[in-house]
């Protein structure tokens, strides 16, 4: 599933995170890399940015941004 999908306070693991170079160093440096767990906390008003916790970080992302970043629930196959 993308990690837009997860659900509030629902601890997913990125299994792969598939976007062009310039932003695949972005995510790198924010901490979305392949086995970090990532906890998505708020939603904004509109609904197209979400807040999530990863390595004792809040870090916002627009969806279409998120939309790169594949992840599995915590404990799932």
Known sequence: MKLPEAKQN???????V?????????????GF???NQVRPAFVNP??????YWIQNSLIALRNEDGARIEVK???RQ
């Open 73 to 75: 629930i915590c404990g």
């Open 10 to 16: 629902e601890t997913v693991e990125i299994i792969a």
């Open 46 to 51: 509109f609904g197209n940015m979400k807040a």
């Open 33 to 35: 890399v392949k086995g």
């Open 18 to 30: 598939k976007a062009p170079p310039r932003l695949l160093r972005r995510f790198y440096d924010l």
